[in-house]
């Protein structure tokens, strides 16, 4: 899933830096525990000038599909260069 997200940001954002970090170990005990919660650290030049909501929309927006089918949880932060 990691390199699926990865592959996503990639093709949609071109982020001059990205992390991807599975954290479903941090979640025991919650719902869906150690399944589908990502971080995501993303710098990309598509993000100059955009508010942060937007920034947000736009990741969800290249992860479509995922949402729904392996991502439960995703933290961002999203940055313009």
């Known amino acids: 899933m990691v390199e699926q997200i990865r592959q996503r940001l990639t093709g949609a954002l071109a982020p001059v ?19 589908g919660h990502f971080h995501v650290r993303i710098v990309s030049p598509a993000f100059a000038g955009v508010l942060p909501i937007k920034r947000h929309r736009m990741v969800y927006a290249a992860l479509e599909g995922l949402m729904d089918g392996g991502i439960h949880a995703l933290s961002m932060d999203a940055k313009a260069p």
Do not use: F, I, P, R
């Open 17 to 35: 830096e990205l992390e991807v970090l599975d954290e479903g170990h941090k979640h025991a005990g919650h719902a869906n525990a150690g399944k």
